[in-house]
């Protein structure tokens, strides 16, 4: 059971280069996630997915470009990469409720992180 | 604007000592609220879910505190040891879980 498995680990881009990084977990879980991690400033959401066929803006976007391949897999895309968006970047899927009734209230289970860096 | 706010100087502590560790927030009704271990280079890693109507929950030597009206989590880590050294992070329900920036723990012998 592999859990969340995200590619490249690491990357070096020159401004302007394009990339995706995969993401593809084997928990049948619905709702997939990429954050960014910075010194300082958190993990912060980019883009969710709730559901196969769904995608959603989270707090930082701009830039990036995401596809919810099928149920397992759920890519980010960088078009133009800038040094801003260098950064180690995380996917995510969401776990089944915590209790009965609950909603939404599964664990994350995550990647180990991608490490991008733009040159 | 909505905040989470964690310690953001390192905490050091003794082995065996209790580690007690604050999240506040602001502009938040969470349902939940989470507790996530990252160690260096890897993901987080989750540990605790205490919910909105509980106010205090325990695993092991882990107890998490939970006061709406405050509006602070409190995660208290007895008997430490040096394992668990690593980065804690706290995390309130939304759309989506929305993270504090952490607090670096450091236990040492």
């Known amino acids: 059971n592999a859990g969340v498995t995200q590619t490249p680990k690491f990357q070096v881009l020159k401004t302007g280069q394009s990339m995706t990084l995969q993401c593809a977990q084997d928990m049948n879980h619905n709702s997939m996630y990429w954050y960014r991690q910075d010194p300082g400033m958190g993990l912060r959401l980019i883009y969710y997915s709730a559901s196969e066929g769904t995608t959603d803006k989270g707090e930082v976007p701009n830039g990036y470009n995401v596809s919810r391949l099928n149920k397992r897999e759920f890519s980010l895309r960088l078009e133009s990469a800038a040094p801003s968006q260098t950064s180690v970047y995380f996917c995510?899927?969401?776990?089944?409720?915590?209790?009965?009734?609950?909603?939404?209230?599964?664990?994350?289970?995550f990647g180990e992180g991608s490490r991008l860096t733009v040159l | 604007s909505q905040k989470i706010e964690q310690n953001s100087e390192a905490l050091n502590i003794q082995e065996g000592k209790t580690a007690t560790l604050t999240c506040n927030y602001t502009?938040?009704?969470?349902?939940?609220l989470q507790w996530y271990r990252q160690d260096p280079g890897r993901g987080p890693v989750f540990l605790l879910l205490?919910?909105?109507?509980?106010k205090e929950k325990r695993k092991e030597r882990l107890k998490v505190t939970f006061d709406t009206t405050l509006k602070q989590s409190l995660f208290h880590i007895t008997a430490s040891q040096p394992a668990d050294s690593a980065t804690y992070l706290c995390?309130?329900?939304?759309?989506?879980?929305?993270f504090g920036k952490g607090t670096s723990l450091l236990v040492t012998p």
């Open positions: 995390a309130l329900a939304g759309y989506a879980l929305n």
């Open positions: 205490i919910r909105e109507n509980e």
């Open positions: 502009n938040y009704s969470p349902a939940y």
């Open positions: 995510a899927s969401l776990g089944s409720p915590l209790g009965m009734g609950d909603t939404n209230t599964g664990e994350l289970f």
